[in-house]
């Protein structure tokens, strides 16, 4: 532990023999051994023995390759395709937050969910219902945020159209702009959480 009371990251070592040696405790590992780390929320990183290079995504993401080739099943083969096709789209860039902040909601409200799971015990039917529920609540945070990136695109479109009509309505009770700085500070205050949640 550090000064401060915080576990210090733990620095995982790669060798080119694809061996793994954990600095704190100064052995060689296993992916085991990773994978109790991050359940026990420990921080670390793993980093090429040779030239420092942060490894760490690909060392997550194979851990997440052998659980699924053990049997464990938890990630769907529609999902996979579907995040295979974001590759070089050009939504790429959206996917990483909105993957966070879809995760970041499910870990908050993961104590609800499993009691109203359990409560569903028996009934598909009500299981179903539940993650379609959280699903569309994902979603609507997700479309939330999207607006915020294309506000002008939906304000422009149609504007030759639709110019006196807007003219037309002062009355409104918000305007675009409004509604736009509300989804700029929403999105702020997400990224805010996001950045604590990384940096803890």
């Not at 550090?2 to 600095?23: F, M, V």
């Not at 100064?26 to 994978?35: A, K």
């Not at 966070?100 to 359990?118: D, G, H, L, T, V």
């Amino acid at each position: 532990m550090s000064a401060t009371g915080k576990t210090e990251k733990i620095t995982i070592k790669k060798y080119a023999n694809r061996r793994l040696y954990d600095t704190s405790a100064s052995r060689y590992v296993t992916l085991d051994h990773l994978r109790e780390l991050v359940k026990n929320d420990a921080d670390f990183e793993v980093v090429d023995a040779k030239t420092g290079e942060d490894l760490t995504r690909g060392v997550l993401a194979q851990i997440i390759f052998e659980e699924e080739a053990k049997g464990a099943n938890l990630l769907p083969v529609e999902f996979l395709r579907q995040l295979i096709g974001f590759y070089g789209d050009s939504m790429q860039a959206f996917v990483p937050g909105y993957l966070r902040m879809s995760m970041e909601n499910f870990m908050r409200q993961q104590e609800e969910m499993r009691e109203k799971m359990a409560g569903a015990m028996g009934s598909p039917t009500a299981s179903m219902q539940l993650l379609e529920e959280q699903t569309r609540r994902n979603m609507a945070m997700f479309e939330q945020a999207m607006r915020m990136f294309t506000p002008f695109d939906a304000r422009t479109h149609g504007a030759d159209t639709d110019a006196p009509a807007a003219r037309e309505a002062p009355s409104r009770p918000a305007s675009s702009a409004d509604d736009v700085k509300a989804l700029r500070d929403e999105l702020e205050a997400m990224r805010a959480k996001l950045d604590k949640l990384a940096g803890s």
